[in-house]
């Protein structure tokens, strides 16, 4: 096969592919284009020095805003130097914005932090922002556990076969590396489960589920974080 055949089918196969790609735009193809997500708020390298803090991107693809991809602010520093936590979870609201509020001193340690954020969204591929860094000035013990809320999904449960229950709250002053813990006991005032439990600054929802065979009675569900009672409640089981 000589040169010039050669040159003749890899340009055909170009020419192919490149109208492929304009069919499939001009049909209204979802197209694999990739999210930016671009850092608003604070500028790398501050010092923060008053609380709330908010941290704010914004999701554009083309220059235009992006609304409803799932965002995801992601966190490192402080005591806790050897993890990235996954400080938030949100949605890009109609200008392509998210934010991430940081509300009281006892939210974080006293030091250097660095953050992110990134967002994805069917049919697009996911983006990532830069990676930015801060100095928190305030110590966390300056500010100390207060409180907060947790509930199930219903007051009273009918045994049956089983239920599934569910668990939510928040934590007031919640200390980002700090695990929210859920312990639940049984009428007899046995522990019937602890469980660490995934938490976005604080809040939190997990399941629970009661076997055909549990106790009937009322059961005590009890929210600890920075080894503290957050909060309590109580269900009670039917037949």
Known sequence: ????????????????????????????????????????SPQ?????????????????RGGFPIEGARVQFW????????????????????SGL????????????????????DAILPGF?????????????????KASISGGNVSTDQKEYSLGNGVDISIS????NYHLGEPVIIKITSPSGKIDGLYPVVSYLGAFQTPYNL????????YNVIVYHKYTVSSTSTFHVVK
Not at 44 to 54: A, C, N, R, S, Y
């Open 44 to 60: 790398d390298g501050v010092t923060l020095t008053h609380f709330p803090t908010k941290l704010e991107v914004k999701v554009t």
């Open 125 to 141: 591929r996911g983006g990532a922002s830069q990676v930015i860094s801060f100095y928190n000035s305030f110590s966390s013990n």
């Open 1 to 40: 096969m000589n040169k010039f055949l050669i040159t003749v089918i890899i340009a055909s196969i170009i020419l192919t592919t490149s109208s492929f790609q304009f069919f499939a735009q001009s049909a209204g193809q979802p197209t694999s284009v990739t999210l930016k997500v671009s850092v608003i």
């Open 211 to 218: 076997g055909q065979n549990s106790k009937l009675g009322i």
């Open 169 to 172: 709250g928040n934590v007031n």
């Open 75 to 94: 966190m490192q520093g402080g005591s806790h130097d050897a993890d990235m936590h996954n400080a938030f979870l949100t949605k890009s609201d109609s």
């Open 98 to 117: 998210a934010y991430l509020t940081l509300q009281n001193p006892n939210t974080l340690d006293e030091g250097q932090f660095i953050w992110y954020a």
